[in-house]
């Protein structure tokens, strides 16, 4: 069982919006702004898309936004587009001597 | 352009030892923190190891405390994961990734990864 929570799947449509949860406790997620979420397309490694709750590195598309409140983070894809099917992961620092905890992954699909 | 390349890995007996490399380019790798974060087939990502610019600090998951140890070389732009003691549960695709530190206290964010390497522990 993955330390950070988030549902197994999500789907929408071709230009639809979604949102990826991610929860977590006070130790981790709520505790500091150092949750970071990555896109995984199969067969392929991890791409960062966000950091620092809400940062968005350079080349990754405005469409991805972060947030947080509380104990959980999200991830919002925009104007969705088939590119976007793949995997995601939400990550945050923990105090705890795990040092970093990954959430379990949702797998988005693009009807 | 920045690169990252792992190898060193394959199949390995349970109790047996692994050394994984991964060889970066195209940026100045001494002043980076960096990781390795492992993923278990068909499994969500792990994160493994950290080590600072320098070398000086290591960071280990409890999981694998003990048994593993991070080095680089940066003479040789060159990031290092020894396996010692190896199980059946360590089987995965290891990535080695740049990362930022929080306050020295352990790893952020994962930015970029290597394409990874398989290592499978049966026997």
């Known amino acids: 069982q993955s330390a950070l929570t988030q549902p197994a799947s999500v789907s929408g449509s071709p230009g639809q919006s979604i949102t990826i949860s991610c929860t977590g406790t006070t130790s981790d997620v709520g505790g500091y702004n150092y949750v970071s979420w990555y896109q995984q397309h199969p067969g392929k490694a991890p791409k960062l898309m966000i950091y620092?709750?809400?940062d968005r590195p350079s080349g990754v598309s405005s469409r991805f936004s972060g947030s947080k409140s509380g104990n959980t983070a999200s991830l919002t894809i925009s104007g969705l587009q088939a590119e976007d099917e793949a995997d995601y992961y939400c990550?945050?620092?923990?105090?705890?001597?795990?040092?970093?905890?990954f959430g379990g992954g949702t797998k988005l699909t693009v009807l | 352009e920045v690169q990252l390349l792992e190898s060193g890995g394959g199949l390995v007996q349970p109790g047996g030892s692994l050394r994984l490399s991964c060889a970066a380019s195209?940026?100045?790798?001494?002043?980076?923190?960096m990781s390795w974060v492992r993923q278990a087939p068909g499994k969500g990502l792990e994160w493994v190891s950290a080590i600072s610019p320098s070398g000086g600090s290591t960071y280990y998951a409890d999981s694998v405390k003990g048994r593993f140890t991070i080095s680089r070389d940066n003479s040789k732009n060159t990031l290092y994961l020894q396996m010692n003691s190896l199980r059946a549960e360590d089987t995965a695709v290891y990535y080695c990734?740049?990362?930022?530190?929080?306050?020295?206290?352990?790893?952020?964010?994962?930015?970029?990864w290597g394409q990874g390497t398989l290592v499978t522990v049966s026997s």
């Open positions: 990550s945050s620092y923990t105090s705890s001597s795990t040092l970093v905890v």
């Open positions: 620092d709750v809400s």
């Open positions: 195209g940026f100045i790798f001494s002043t980076f923190a």
């Open positions: 990734a740049t990362s930022t530190m929080v306050r020295g206290k352990g790893p952020n964010w994962f930015d970029p």
